[in-house]
């Protein structure tokens, strides 16, 4: 199943705020599903912070009886600590990526070798109940 990928640029008003304290989100780097991007305040153009995400994906839905495509997304703010981290400073960002683009090569290091074995990885949450 392909993806819509992932917006490189975009203007963000989320914080309840509307207009009046606009960001503008644009991507720095990215390796696989990790991703940088700076954000600064639409106004003045300043670099307000950096974001270090796990690109997450969906697989289509429909929402008011429309349907939603599938695409990879930006965490929300609930997600921040879990799947966002905030940096006030580009050193600070891209260590933390690094640590974070070696942490998901690692991951997938070990269950591409769980696949080779013929064991699956533990998948988290309730089991899916089968229906015979």
């Not at 966002?84 to 070990?110: H, I, M, N």
Request: charged share 25%; with cysteine; hydrophobic share 35%.
């Amino acid at each position: 199943m392909t993806h819509k990928p992932i917006k490189t640029e975009f203007r963000w008003t989320g914080d309840g705020f509307g207009n009046a304290c606009a960001r503008f989100i644009k991507q720095v780097k990215r390796v696989g599903d990790i991703a940088l991007y700076e954000r600064q305040i639409e106004k003045t153009g300043t670099v307000e912070s950096y974001e270090v995400i796990r690109i997450s994906r969906h697989n289509g839905y429909t929402l008011g009886g429309q349907y939603v495509a599938p695409a990879e997304t930006y965490p929300g703010s609930s997600q921040f600590g879990k799947a966002g981290w905030s940096c006030p400073t580009l050193k600070v960002a891209e260590v933390l990526f690094a640590q974070k683009v070696t942490e998901a090569q690692a991951t997938a290091a070990k269950e591409e070798a769980l696949k080779a074995s013929g064991q699956s990885p533990k998948k988290r949450g309730r089991p899916c109940k089968v229906k015979v």
